[in-house]
């Protein structure tokens, strides 16, 4: 049986948030989360959403260039997402999450939401492109 996943596509400004359905069929958008006050303050938001989700999984959108290799941004996502991981008890990983803020561009789009509208939820939507995907490629194993 599928155990719940909470995602996070983490940038410097923003992250966003999704969930898995219970049975990890469907990632539904939860909320973009603006930074404020600190890494600290930003980790102990999450968790405590972590808390109300209860996920046995984190997972982490991990941006790589496109040639494969980590650069300065995935740096710093791992380096935040330390902060969740050392006070998490459940499972945690990381996920390619290149092109998946394009992807959900293009979903916006195609569903003919105002480029406004699309600011405010771009993030969301690229966690839960970042949770579909993963979920995806790991069909067998969850």
Do not use: S, T, V
């Given at each position: 049986m599928m155990k719940r996943i909470l995602a996070f596509d983490v940038g410097d400004r923003r992250i966003g948030v999704a969930v898995s359905d219970a049975l990890g069929i469907t990632a539904q958008p939860v909320e973009t989360y603006h930074r404020k006050?600190?890494?600290?303050k930003d980790?102990?938001?999450l968790l405590a959403l972590a808390k109300r989700y209860a996920p046995c999984t984190l997972l982490f959108g991990?941006?790589?260039?496109m040639d494969g290799t980590y650069g300065e941004q995935a740096e710093k996502v791992k380096k935040f997402a330390q902060?969740?991981?050392d006070r998490w008890d459940g499972d945690y990983?990381?996920?390619?999450e290149r092109l998946t803020t394009m992807?959900?561009?293009r979903v916006l789009i195609d569903?003919?939401?105002s480029r406004e509208k699309r600011k405010q939820v771009i993030d969301k939507m690229a966690a839960v492109v970042?949770?579909?995907g993963y979920m995806e490629s790991h069909r067998n194993q969850l």
């Open positions: 006050g600190g890494a600290e980790a102990e938001y991990l941006p790589r260039n902060r969740l991981i990983a990381f996920y390619d992807a959900a561009q569903a003919d939401i970042i949770l579909q």
